[in-house]
C-alpha cells in the first residue's frame, strides 16, 4: 500500500485529489495539509512514501530539500508550465513536477513511476531537442484533473 501526503491551499482541489487517490486499490492517504507548516507537522509525524504539494508556496524549494533529505518522495503540481520551475523542483530532490490540468491516470501513473525510484514530469513541459534523465508521461485523452474540480465546486454551489 503507498501511503500518500498532499498539500494543497484549494480545499476543494484538495478534496478531488485525495477522493482520486482513495479510488486506487494500492493507495491510501494518511494526511491532507493546506499550507507547509501543517504538511510540515504531518511529515515528521507520520512519514509517507509519497508527498504530493503544491509549488506555489514560498520558500518551497528549501522545503523540498527539506523533505527530500528525510527521504520522502516527492510529487511537486504546479499551475503553470514553467521549465525554470521543473528544473529546480528536481535539482531541490522532487521526484516528479506535473501540471495541475494533468489527468487522474497521469498522477496515478507518477506515483507508481516514482516508487520505483524514477523520476517524471509531464510532458507539457517537454522542450523540443532537450535531454532528460526523467521520464514523461504519457499524454492522455482523459479528462483532466482541473475539470474534476470544476464539477466538485460546481456541485457545491
Known amino acids: 500500500m503507498i501511503s500518500i501526503v498532499v498539500a494543497e491551499v484549494d480545499e476543494s482541489y484538495l478534496r478531488t485529489i485525495c477522493t482520486l487517490l482513495e479510488l486506487e486499490e494500492d493507495a491510501v492517504v494518511i494526511g ?6 501543517s504538511a510540515g507537522s ?10 504530493i504539494a503544491d509549488i506555489s508556496w514560498l520558500y518551497a524549494q528549501d522545503f523540498i530539500k527539506d523533505v527530500a533529505s528525510k527521504g520522502i518522495k516527492m510529487i511537486i503540481l ?3 508550465a514553467d521549465p525554470g520551475n521543473e528544473r529546480m523542483v528536481m535539482e531541490s530532490g522532487a521526484h516528479g513536477y506535473l501540471i495541475k490540468d494533468s489527468t487522474g491516470d ?4 507518477a506515483i507508481r513511476t516514482v516508487m520505483t525510484g524514477e523520476h517524471v514530469y509531464s510532458p507539457k513541459l517537454e522542450e ?3 535531454e ?15 475539470s474534476i474540480v470544476n464539477r466538485f465546486k460546481s456541485s457545491a454551489v
Open 78 to 80: 504546479s499551475t503553470f
Open 128 to 130: 523540443p531537442g532537450e
Open 106 to 109: 497521469e498522477l496515478i501513473g
Open 132 to 146: 532528460s534523465s526523467v521520464h514523461p508521461l504519457p499524454v492522455r485523452k482523459a479528462g483532466p484533473i482541473a
Open 32 to 37: 491532507q495539509a493546506d499550507s507547509l507548516e
Open 42 to 51: 504531518i511529515l515528521e509525524k507520520d512519514p509517507p512514501d509519497i508527498f
